[in-house]
């Protein structure tokens, strides 16, 4: 079992930055890949980055390569999503999820297992 929670959401301009955080509890959080996915109102849950468990492979979404980063720290649990240069499109609520091994990373909403509850992230103009 992982639990997850966010972390870091918020109102920015457009053109700013934001640094989403999301914890792990458990002790087995280096062994699962873990992702990111957003969700805007009337809008399906869709991929926007991922993390491999060791190697730290990363994918991301095209809408967001080049402005977004994910990044993990196994001693501390916590995988991060750096998010610089926001768009409006960018507006939606942020979820953490955790791929179980031995697969991952992977793009689809159903491959992962444990969800974390979301946060905001609202970009105004």
């Known amino acids: 079992q992982v639990q997850l929670v966010e972390s870091g959401g918020g109102l920015v301009q457009a053109g700013g930055s934001l640094r989403l955080s999301c914890a792990a509890s458990g002790r087995t959080f280096s062994t699962y890949a873990m992702g990111w996915f957003r969700q805007a109102p009337g809008k399906e849950r869709e991929f926007v980055a991922a993390i491999s468990n060791i190697f730290g492979i990363t994918y991301y979404a095209d809408s967001v390569q080049g402005r977004f980063t994910i990044s993990r720290d196994n001693a501390k649990n916590t995988v991060y999503l750096q998010m610089n240069s926001l768009k409006l499109e960018d507006t939606a609520v942020y979820y953490c999820?955790?791929?179980?091994?031995?697969?991952?990373?992977?793009?689809?909403?159903?491959?992962?297992?444990?969800w974390g509850q979301g946060t905001q992230v609202t970009v105004s103009s």
């Open positions: 999820a955790a791929d179980p091994p031995p697969f991952g990373p992977r793009t689809v909403v159903s491959s992962y297992d444990y």
